[in-house]
């Protein structure tokens, strides 16, 4: 009898061994089940969404020109042919402030002859090359006698020469003996004239065709860049709201990528302007990328 029980207990403990084995089974197959349909609806989900987005770029346009701050010499000028006399380079830092630093020709056979530069740093921290549009420079002077013109020149570091070519004016200046303001742009051939990490020369001289000796009084002289603001138009035309995260300006040698943060909602347009994003010369491409993967093309020359 006692051997009988004792079978009896065994195949009843595993009885509910094999119970409890198959509804811990039924357990997983629940949850790996349910986190499959789970997953799936997710999936069907986002696969719904990503198709009923549609993003376009409408246009893309240069909207205007900015202009960063003066960059002005950090040390005295470099007198080439001439001489000092009176004041300091800080004094040419600030338009209009009272000071100005003060400059004589040197007696050169059959004439009088002025060749000053100075130094200049450009923040490519806060503008960096790729974009800068042009370069312009701003002198203002005042000469003891209006006889002959005046020139702005700067270092082409290609030509290893002061020049003025490519330049907007290359004709000069004419002084009036009070108070002038002079300026030119570099137009596209700054990059000649401005080093990888920003550093510009500037040169002010004379035509070199006056018989008298003159001075001249530099008040102001500066650099600075010039970018464009870009504006981007995106549409909206599809049944959802669209996160776009980031844009890349694309041409046959450059792929430049930009973080971005717009969202447009449905039906809606959305016009983006950016100032450190500029626009390459020629045939280029403007892609974004949503949120959800999808992608528009823009292209432009």
């Known amino acids: 009898m006692r051997t009988i029980t004792g079978l009896r207990l065994r195949r009843d403990r595993r009885g509910v061994s094999n119970i409890i084995v198959v509804v811990l089974s039924l357990v997983i197959i629940i949850a790996i089940v349910s986190n499959v349909v789970l997953w799936s609806y997710r999936m069907n989900q986002l696969d719904w969404e990503k198709i009923r987005e549609n993003v376009k770029i409408s246009n893309v346009t240069r909207v205007s020109a900015t202009r960063s701050p003066w960059f002005v010499v950090q040390s005295e000028y470099t007198v080439n042919t001439g001489s000092r006399v009176?004041?300091?380079?800080?004094?040419?830092?600030?338009?209009?402030?009272?000071?100005?630093?003060?400059?004589?020709?040197?007696?050169?056979?059959?004439?009088?002859?002025?060749?000053?530069?100075?130094?200049?740093?450009?923040?490519?921290?806060?503008?960096?090359?790729?974009?800068?549009?042009?370069?312009?420079i701003q002198l203002r002077y005042g000469a003891s006698d209006a006889g002959e013109n005046w020139y702005l020149k700067a270092y082409n570091w290609t030509a290893n020469e002061f020049s003025d070519s490519g330049f907007n004016s290359t004709t000069g200046h004419t002084p009036t003996t009070g108070?002038?303001?002079?300026?030119?742009?570099?137009?596209?051939?700054?990059?000649?004239?401005?080093?990888?990490?920003?550093?510009?020369?500037?040169?002010?001289?004379?035509?070199?065709?006056?018989?008298?000796?003159?001075?001249?009084?530099?008040?102001?002289?500066?650099?600075?860049?010039?970018?464009?603001?870009?504006?981007?138009?995106?549409?909206?035309?599809?049944?959802l709201t669209f996160h776009l995260v980031s844009l890349w300006i694309i041409n046959s040698t450059d792929h430049e990528r930009y973080d971005i943060n717009a969202i447009v909602n449905s039906g809606e347009t959305l016009n983006y302007i950016r100032d450190d994003i500029s626009l390459p010369t020629g045939q280029y491409a403007v892609k974004v990328v949503t949120e959800r993967g999808n992608i528009a093309v823009y292209l432009g020359s």
């Open 86 to 136: 009176s004041g300091a380079y800080e004094d040419t830092q600030v338009a209009d402030d009272g000071g100005w630093e003060t400059f004589q020709e040197e007696e050169t056979p059959p004439t009088y002859r002025l060749d000053v530069n100075g130094t200049f740093t450009l923040d490519l921290s806060s503008y960096p090359l790729w974009s800068v549009s042009t370069v312009e």
């Open 179 to 239: 108070w002038d303001n002079y300026a030119v742009n570099l137009t596209d051939q700054w990059r000649s004239y401005v080093q990888d990490d920003g550093t510009m020369r500037v040169e002010v001289c004379d035509e070199g065709n006056e018989a008298v000796r003159m001075t001249v009084d530099i008040d102001f002289l500066g650099v600075r860049i010039v970018f464009s603001e870009i504006r981007f138009t995106f549409r909206n035309e599809g049944a």
